[in-house]
């Protein structure tokens, strides 16, 4: 943790659809409490996550500010990152998304709007470590939290094709939906240059500890270690998978014996006919490689 040293000119990046357009719901409330302590917004906010991203960036290249804030989910938290990563403009997180796992892993208040503000305009810095993934057909991605493939990824697939119900409730008819067809994979697994291969159900790579609104799937990750944390789910009976996957929520899952933990800096996946999300984010194709980037990210925290 860094001294306190409160922004002066922020850019806020907005998400208008996120979280069923929380994220623009939400923005005046952010912009109102931020000025009342002092501090100059410009907002970011396009007709699309991309268009805000645009505006964002342009507004960047002027020079003249102090932090990007995220008033969305974990979708405008990781196009955040994209912009500020391996920087010195810190991140802020106004978390007002569907699942808010980052600002979960960074303890940033949940459903006070004002409160999670008041965390930026304090001023207190943590650097944190980055994830970076990087698909086979050269698509890549920085990411604060978890990337996953396998079971998990396939269901972000088709979760993202469905149109209805909204929310946690799409996401998880998708479990219900993808457990039907799912079989499990081939992993070729390589940490570090060692290989760790094996069938699986699931594989995640987490710089932070959870996904999809409280999912503590790597539950061992620390995301200023210099270290990425790799969970491992073999081959499981479909009965078994869903004994075992509502533990997830208390990270308890890993003490099944189908579930192992690695750590290590640099990773490669590989399997079949497999994409990679990295912050809930479509990254590409299988193989990828997944490397820790220390300190890449300066966010901010409530103080200690």
């Known amino acids: 943790m860094t001294g306190a040293n409160p922004p002066r000119r922020v850019i806020l990046l907005v998400n208008p659809t996120s979280g069923g357009g929380r994220g623009g719901r939400n923005a005046p409330i952010a912009v109102q409490r931020l000025t009342e302590r002092g501090i100059e917004v410009v907002e970011a906010t396009g007709t699309s996550a991309e268009a805000s991203s645009a505006m964002a960036r342009a507004e960047l290249a002027e020079g003249n500010v102090d932090a990007v804030i995220a008033c969305g989910g ?3 938290v990781n196009l955040a990152v994209q912009l500020v990563a391996g920087t010195q403009i810190p991140l802020g997180i106004i978390p007002v998304g569907t699942g808010d796992d980052n600002a979960r892993t960074l303890d940033i208040p949940l459903n006070d709007v004002a409160a999670a503000a008041d965390v930026i305009a304090a001023g207190h810095v943590r650097e944190l470590d980055l994830g970076h993934v990087e698909a086979a057909g050269g698509e890549a991605r920085w990411f604060l939290g978890v990337m996953s493939s396998g079971f998990d990824s396939l269901v972000n697939e088709r979760a993202n094709r469905m149109r209805w119900p909204g929310g946690k409730a799409r996401y998880l008819l998708a479990i219900v ?11 070729t697994v390589e940490i570090d240059g060692v290989h760790h291969d094996g069938v699986a159900m699931l594989v995640a790579v987490g710089n932070g500890v959870s996904y999809g609104g409280g999912m503590k799937v790597c539950p061992s990750a620390v995301p200023d270690d210099g270290e990425l944390s790799l969970t491992f789910l073999g081959r499981v009976s479909k ?3 869903l004994k075992v996957f509502p533990k997830v929520f208390s990270g308890t899952h890993t003490s099944h014996p189908a579930v192992t933990e690695h750590t290590g800096k640099t990773i490669r996946l590989d399997a079949p006919d497999q994409v990679a999300y990295a912050d809930g984010e479509r990254v590409g194709a299988l193989p990828v490689t997944v490397e ?5 990210l300066r966010a901010f925290v409530p103080s200690a």
Do not use: N
């Open 292 to 296: 820790v980037r220390p300190a890449a």
């Open 239 to 241: 009965p078994t998978f």
């Open 74 to 76: 974990d979708g405008t």
């Open 177 to 187: 939906a993808e457990l039907s067809v799912f079989r499990p994979l081939p992993y």
